[in-house]
C-alpha cells in the first residue's frame, strides 16, 4: 500500500515563527502536493512538484515556500507564521505527470498559530 | 481554468435510504473526474473516478457516479446507506493533458442518521 506520512497531526506555533511541515512518501512518487484545507472551502493548492529540487505554484502560494531536495520528502515552510495560517494541511503524492492518475493523501497537520 | 461546484454542503439521510450527492465543472477542455472521501481525522482517499469509456463509474463501497458531458456533471450516488459512510466527500477535476493537478469543490458533509 502506498503510504504518505506527515511528520506531525497537531502543531501549535506562535505569529511570526518559521514552521516546517515535512511529508514523506514510500511509493516513488515524482509527484507532490500540498494543499491546505478550510471549511467551506475545500482543498485548495499551495505548491506542488514533478521531480526533486522543481517547485511549481498552486493557486494559493503567499506565505509559503517549499523544498524539495529528495524525491521522497516534500517540505512546506511557512517563513513567518500569521493567525491566518491556521488550517488543516494535507500533503499528497501520485504516480506521474500523466492526467488521472490517482492522488494518495496523508493523514493531515492540523495547524494552530496564536 | 477549471472549477468545481458542490451546491450541497450538507446532506443529511436515514440509513438505508439512497443519497445522490451533487457535482457540477466547467472547463474548456476534456477532463478527468474523481470523487474522494475524508473521514473524520484522516486523510482523503479515492472514490471512483472517470477517464474516458463508460459513464457510469462504480467504485469501492458501493458507491458510483455518472458522467454527463452535456449537463457537465458527475454525481455520486448510493441506493443504500449505511451509517458508516457519514464522511466529507470531495469532487475533483483534473484537465487532460494539463499534469496531474486536481481543484477540489468545496465537500459535501454526509451525515447519516439512525
Known amino acids: 500500500d502506498v503510504k504518505v506520512t506527515q511528520s506531525s497531526r497537531y502543531l501549535v506555533k506562535r505569529t511570526g515563527e518559521k514552521v516546517f511541515l515535512e511529508c514523506v512518501q514510500d511509493m516513488d512518487h515524482e509527484n507532490m502536493f500540498w494543499y491546505r484545507q478550510d471549511p467551506g472551502l475545500g482543498l485548495r493548492l499551495i505548491y506542488f512538484?514533478?521531480?526533486?529540487?522543481?517547485?511549481e505554484k498552486g493557486d494559493i502560494p503567499e506565505g509559503y515556500s517549499v523544498s524539495r531536495e529528495k524525491k521522497e520528502r516534500f517540505s512546506l515552510i511557512l517563513e513567518s507564521a500569521s493567525t491566518n495560517q491556521t488550517s488543516m494541511y494535507l500533503c499528497?503524492?501520485?504516480?506521474?505527470?500523466?492526467?488521472?492518475?490517482?492522488?494518495?493523501f496523508g493523514p493531515g497537520t492540523r495547524l494552530t498559530v496564536t | 481554468a477549471q472549477s468545481v461546484t458542490q451546491l450541497d454542503s450538507q446532506v443529511p439521510v436515514f440509513e438505508e435510504a439512497p443519497v445522490e450527492l451533487r457535482c457540477n465543472y466547467s472547463s474548456s477542455v476534456s477532463v478527468y473526474l474523481f470523487w474522494y472521501v475524508q473521514y473524520p481525522n484522516q486523510g482523503l482517499q479515492l472514490l471512483l473516478k472517470?477517464?474516458?469509456?463508460?459513464?457510469l463509474v462504480k467504485g469501492i463501497n458501493g458507491f458510483e457516479a455518472e458522467f454527463n458531458k452535456s449537463q457537465t456533471s458527475f454525481h455520486l450516488r448510493k441506493p443504500s446507506v449505511h451509517i458508516s459512510d457519514t464522511a466529507e466527500y470531495f469532487c475533483?477535476?483534473?484537465?487532460?493533458?494539463?499534469?496531474?493537478?486536481?481543484?477540489f469543490g468545496t465537500g459535501t458533509q454526509l451525515k447519516v442518521e439512525l
Open positions: 499528497a503524492s501520485s504516480f506521474d505527470q500523466q492526467g488521472g492518475n490517482e492522488q494518495y
Open positions: 472517470y477517464l474516458s469509456g463508460s459513464t
Open positions: 475533483a477535476v483534473s484537465e487532460t493533458g494539463g499534469g496531474n493537478k486536481l481543484t
Open positions: 512538484s514533478y521531480d526533486v529540487k522543481m517547485k
